[in-house]
């Protein structure tokens, strides 16, 4: 069994994999050099601490910053004399964008999808309440400090 630095080295290149192929290799490093480390991180689930097998997607990768995500997607273009690079920068960023673009355009509403669910839920709490005109909630003798949630009150 090697050390615990040894399965840290191999656990850090894990986690910060960027294709599902790499991380596979990875994994299975650790797996060689200590079960019991594998078996704690498999049952933790991969996708809560790998990039590569988060569910989450930003150009395919998990990561906020643009130059880390175009260095890591652009490192056998490095090799490319410069034209052939700039291209195929060029047809990336295209097919990211024509991405983002189709998945905007399958969506009903010029909503976000995160804000189309947040919409679809407050709607369907707004079912639930009761609507009082004021008048009747003030000849009622209601108190408005103790309305809750489900008792909505607006002005007729």
């Not at 273009?77 to 990336?92: C, G, K, N, Q």
Request: net charge positive.
């Amino acid at each position: 069994m090697k050390g615990r630095k040894e399965v840290l080295d191999v656990y850090y290149k894990a986690t910060y994999c960027s294709t599902s192929r790499q991380f596979n290799l990875e994994i299975n490093e650790i797996k060689k050099i200590h079960q019991g480390t594998y078996d704690t991180l498999m049952s933790i689930g991969p996708e809560r601490w790998s990039r590569s097998q988060c569910p989450g997607r930003r150009y395919q990768m998990m990561t906020t910053n643009i130059a880390e995500v175009l260095n890591n997607c652009i490192l056998k273009a490095r090799r490319l004399p410069i034209t052939a690079t700039m291209e195929f920068l060029r047809d990336m960023l295209q097919r990211w964008f024509n991405d983002i673009r189709e998945q905007a355009g399958k969506n009903p509403t010029y909503l976000g999808n995160a804000s189309v669910g947040h919409c679809k839920e407050r709607n369907e709490w707004s079912l639930t309440y009761n609507v009082y005109p004021i008048k009747l909630v003030n000849m009622m003798g209601w108190s408005t400090s103790n309305i809750v949630r489900a008792l909505v009150i607006i002005g007729t």
